[in-house]
């Protein structure tokens, strides 16, 4: 496996000299194995008797986010020789040592009325040092979930110097229903599949819903008329516009531009399908792509000056890079079977897609010259990747064979680790996953 797959391979010094002389907090990956950091996570302190369960809860959940990158362990609560009594208490660092925690992350929580406020504190247990300066969130005592989620970014950021993810919210396709009166509707959730709110009822298909890069709207595919029609959805009301075409015309697999004023998609129109841009302040459309072929599935690079799509103008289904104002293509996939769906990462250094070989269906990444090929899955039908704010985790659609064309929803790093099902009640299909939230 490509060592290059993270850019955690190389050993990663968390803070300055004091640290490295003492032996820091290290990620060791090599050959694709990952050593993971031990940490412990002591139950938050309740500064008041309202806050004793939101305590609890929190640190429960900053150890679930941690320990499910596969990046972290925990040291469970039954192997602590100390206790932590007071947030302000002197930390007994050779007590953690003994039993190999190499991170611990200590914190408190207060509640007055409706307000939450949670602060913590990173030490690297080995060199007895804070990992930066301690932290504090303020929210409502229903968003617990949301500081927890807080914490573990700052904590996991600290320790592997990435952006997190885990205070983001993912926009799917709920579905319910048998296979030949398959109900579906848009749905919002958490990262980890809680905080389950539907946006739309089940009057009309829907597909492919896709967030704006602010996070604040849903582009998705609704056939309420009949045909194909895009919608724009404003998250926070619901309230929704729709792309304007011609009659006859089918639009249909959109995505925002980078600055969320544009829409990318695909027009089919005669018999023909091509990649238009439309500006959603001023209805313009622009026509990018004019060959006598399947153009569709557009994704715009993080700079906004590239687009990787789909084409079957070689005779098979491939990805293609283009200009985001059109113009002649690259090829960039060639090998055996199928390519499809193809999503630029965050990071700008992989696209991530669909393939179909051999009866197989498998989520994959490449370079975007298309050099160095990875599947990352396989299994009877796995589809529409999706990327975690910071590219490194992709989410993505599976149909497990008899299962009576249900699908659910996994998530996988992008070593090909970590694969992971989202726990969700019914049927889940077409993720978006959208950014961290402000």
């Known amino acids: 496996m490509m060592k290059r797959i993270l850019t955690l391979l190389v050993t990663l010094m968390l803070a300055g000299p004091a640290l490295a002389q003492n032996g820091p907090l290290r990620l060791t990956i090599t050959d694709g194995v990952i050593e993971p950091i031990t940490f412990a996570v002591p139950s938050f302190q309740a500064e008041t008797f309202e806050a004793q369960q939101a305590a609890l809860d929190i640190s429960r959940l900053v150890a679930q986010n941690l320990a499910g990158t596969g990046l972290f362990r925990e040291v469970p609560a039954a192997a602590f020789i100390s206790q932590i009594s007071s947030f302000a208490q002197p930390v007994a660092f050779a007590d953690w040592r003994a039993i190999n925690a190499q991170a611990l992350i200590v914190g408190a929580v207060n509640v007055s009325g409706n307000q ?7 030490y690297d247990v080995f060199s007895g040092q804070e990992l930066g300066e301690g932290l504090q969130f303020a929210g409502t005592v229903a968003g617990w979930r949301r500081m927890g989620h807080k914490v ?9 110097g990435e952006g997190g993810f885990f205070d983001s919210r993912v926009v799917f396709v709920s579905e319910s229903g048998p296979k030949d009166n398959r109900q579906k509707r848009l749905a919002i959730m958490d990262y980890d599949g809680a ?11 829907v597909l492919a819903p896709r967030f704006s890069p602010s996070g604040d709207r849903v582009l998705y595919t609704s056939f309420e008329s009949g045909f194909p029609r895009i919608n724009v959805l404003n998250v926070a009301n619901v309230g929704r516009q729709q792309l304007q075409t011609a009659p006859g015309e089918m639009a249909f697999s959109p995505r925002f531009s980078r600055d969320g004023r544009q829409v990318i998609y695909s027009l089919s129109n005669g018999g023909n399908t091509d990649i238009f841009r439309t500006d ?9 792509t004019t060959a006598p072929s399947i153009e569709t599935a ?26 985001a104002n059109g113009g002649e293509a690259r090829r960039i996939s060639f090998g055996d079977g199928r390519y499809g769906t193809p999503v630029w990462s965050p990071r700008g250094d992989l696209v991530a897609f669909t393939k179909q070989n051999a009866g197989r269906f498998h989520i994959g990444v490449m370079r975007t010259d298309g050099s160095e090929e990875r599947l990352l899955t396989s299994s009877f039908l796995d589809e529409g990747p999706t990327w975690s704010p910071n590219g ?19 998530s996988v790093d992008i070593s090909g680790r970590n694969l992971k099902a989202l726990p969700l009640q019914g049927g889940a299909s077409d993720p978006s996953w959208g950014p961290l939230q402000p």
């Not at 939450?116 to 504190?121: A, E, P, W, Y």
């Open 298 to 323: 557009p994704s715009l690079s993080p700079d906004g000056s590239q687009i990787v799509f789909e084409s079957d103008r070689s005779g098979t289904q491939q990805l293609y890079i283009m200009s």
């Open 280 to 288: 959603l302040a001023t209805g313009q459309h622009m026509q990018l």
């Open 152 to 160: 573990s970014d700052a904590v996991y950021s600290r320790i592997t």
């Open 116 to 122: 939450l406020t949670v602060k913590f504190r990173l």
């Open 392 to 410: 490194r985790v992709i989410m993505f659609s599976r149909e497990t064979q008899g299962a009576g064309g249900t699908s659910s929803m996994f």
């Open 195 to 205: 905080n389950v709110q539907f946006l739309t009822d089940s009057s009309s298909i």
